[in-house]
């Protein structure tokens, strides 16, 4: 099978070992990874791998029912909502700030502790970073692991080496220049990232809860060691557009986390 990483941007028709998003008539999304005589099951027929290897990106294919399907390949965002997952992802519309107030570009060294799914590892090694993962439970290293090679292909995974270890304990590396926490109580690395960090690196945390905000900006305060310390959250609202009817939708994306960032003094 190809390890040819999706993200890469390929051209041309679609190859075996790839991955596909196929969308039905009713903008229901089904990821598959295309394969030698491979078939995709769903209640509208089957669709054998056949009928897309070989088509161009964005080619209708059609099941054995006739049922069709419109045939592209994911971007990061789409591939991180269908992938499997143990863990709950951080979604794209905070991956995005997230590379931001990180400064994430190639060749930043990143401790990231809960590494989860691999959502974040993912958006940050595509943005060039050099990352350390921490994480407690095997399945959720071994399910990041799988999904960063999966999109990104095997050659990545010499900038990407998560260990089973508690962040909470302490940080080995030396000289980081991103602490990027996704953990129920962050503060207690605060003491850990003054001893890692370099001057001026910096330290983000994604928190669902206010009060885990509160406490670890409380933490960096007493710390004395952080300058520019900020919460922020990010809203999605989507607009309906149809000729002349334009309202925002009744639904959004509120809520999700809390992005709590500071720099590291001299």
Do not use: E, Q, S
């Given at each position: 099978m190809s390890e040819e990483p999706v993200s890469a941007g390929?051209?041309?028709p679609f190859r075996v070992g790839e991955q596909v998003l196929l969308i039905?008539?009713?903008r229901r999304r089904h990821l598959i990874r295309l394969a030698e005589g491979g078939e995709f099951h769903?209640?509208?027929?089957?669709l054998d791998h056949a009928r897309i290897i070989g088509q161009d990106e964005g080619s209708t294919v059609r099941t054995n029912r006739n049922a069709a399907m419109i045939a592209i390949r994911p971007t990061l965002g789409e591939y991180i909502l269908e992938m499997p997952r143990g863990a709950q992802v951080i979604y794209p519309k905070d991956l995005g700030p997230i590379l931001v107030l990180a400064d994430i570009a190639p060749g930043v060294r990143v401790l990231e502790s809960g590494v989860g799914s691999g959502a974040l590892s993912m958006a940050m090694l595509r943005a060039g970073a050099d990352i350390v993962g921490y994480e407690l439970r095997e399945d959720f290293a071994n399910r990041a692991r799988g999904n960063v090679r999966s999109f990104l292909g095997a050659?990545?995974?010499?900038?990407?080496r998560v260990e089973l270890r508690d962040c909470y304990e302490g940080i080995d590396e030396q000289q980081l220049d991103r602490v990027v926490l996704d953990l129920p109580e962050p503060w207690r690395v605060v003491p850990h990232a003054v001893a890692t960090l370099r001057a001026g690196g910096i330290l983000v945390a994604y928190t669902p809860s206010i009060m885990q905000a509160a406490q670890l900006r409380d933490a960096l305060a007493r710390s004395g060691a952080w300058?520019?310390?900020r919460t922020l959250e990010v809203l999605h609202r989507t607009?309906?557009?149809e000729g002349q009817a334009v309202r925002p939708?009744?639904?959004?994306?509120a809520h999700t986390g809390f992005l709590t960032t500071a720099r590291l003094g001299a």
């Open positions: 390929p051209r041309g039905d008539r009713k769903t209640h509208a027929g089957v050659d990545v995974l010499d900038r990407y300058l520019a310390a607009w309906h557009i939708d009744h639904r959004m994306v």
